[in-house]
């Protein structure tokens, strides 16, 4: 399966650092297959399209739930 978010993508249009073998293998593996596991895709359904995470890589799932948590907190401390 293609995740819906390839088009915008900057690592899955080669935008981000990210040697050439090592790109091929993420991008076949998440961006045309276990989308729903990858951790930029994680923050682009919870956080929107516009999200800007140059620096999270496909595998960082840690870092991406980090980040969730983060703009709940902030979402949280606003709504109180």
């Known amino acids: 399966m293609r995740c819906e ?4 993508c900057p ?11 090592l790109l091929a293998i993420y991008r076949k593996h998440y961006c045309l297959g276990e989308y729903h596991n990858c951790a930029r895709h994680l923050l682009y359904a919870g956080l929107g399209e516009r ?3 140059p620096h999270v890589y496909p595998n960082q799932h ?3 739930r980090e ?3 983060q703009a709940s907190q902030r979402r949280t401390a606003v709504l109180v």
């Open 5 to 8: 978010y390839l088009d915008i």
């Open 51 to 53: 999200v800007l995470a």
């Open 67 to 69: 980040l969730l948590g």
């Open 11 to 21: 690592f899955a249009g080669g935008k981000m650092p990210c040697d050439g073998a």
């Open 62 to 64: 840690d870092r991406a």
